[in-house]
């Protein structure tokens, strides 16, 4: 698959087309849509079913060097506006914030991120390691080739590898046909 033919699938779901429209008015530097909203709609549609189909929110990214709540806060505001008409849930977190929260929701350490791609590299998963730029450019530091065979590998980056079969069973709930290469 090459990034056009990716770019041209996660399109073709609406909410996604959507926010990828709209993200440069975002204003959020570094801002991407990742995550299950653009591997989701790939798995979707080479499995037959509705591109939106199993999608349970749209994770923004960006990277700011404001560690406060407040800027956080501000660009999450802007968000739900820019955003209120669609459906779905569109989740905005700065990604130089993650290393301050995630002790306390998980238990486990994360070390401070340097950029939003620094936190898309870390996916658990290598083919979900995928975002799209406010310029509509696609960021994919494993490739596509794992993404469109449905191939499913460990990502060594990630600092939560105990998490992998469950979220790897989760996956495959979905999309049976997915393949778990570390079995």
């Known amino acids: 698959m090459t990034g056009q033919e990716c770019l041209t699938l ?22 991407h849509l990742t995550a299950g909203a653009l591997f989701g709609t790939v798995w979707n549609l080479l499995s037959g079913q509705p591109p939106g189909a199993n999608i ?19 660009v999450i505001r802007r968000a739900d506006a820019l955003f209120a008409d669609l459906p779905g849930t569109v989740e905005v977190r700065n990604q130089a914030r993650v290393h301050l929260w995630f002790r306390e929701k998980t238990g486990l350490e994360r070390p401070a991120l340097r950029s939003a ?28 080739r794992d993404l469109a065979a449905g191939r499913l590998r460990l990502n ?12 790897v069973e989760s996956y495959r709930q979905r999309w049976p046909w997915l393949t778990d290469c570390e079995a």
Do not use: M
């Open 117 to 144: 791609r620094d936190g898309i590299d870390q996916f658990l998963v290598e083919c979900t390691a995928l975002g799209i730029d406010a310029r509509g450019e696609i960021y994919a530091p494993f490739g596509l």
């Open 56 to 74: 349970a929110d749209y994770d923004l990214f960006y990277w700011d060097a404001d560690l406060s709540y407040e800027a956080e806060d501000a």
């Open 10 to 31: 996660v399109r073709r779901n609406p909410v996604n087309a959507a926010i990828l429209d709209r993200l440069p008015a975002l204003g959020a530097p570094q801002a």
């Open 156 to 167: 060594r980056q990630n600092h939560t590898p105990g998490l992998y079969r469950a979220k």
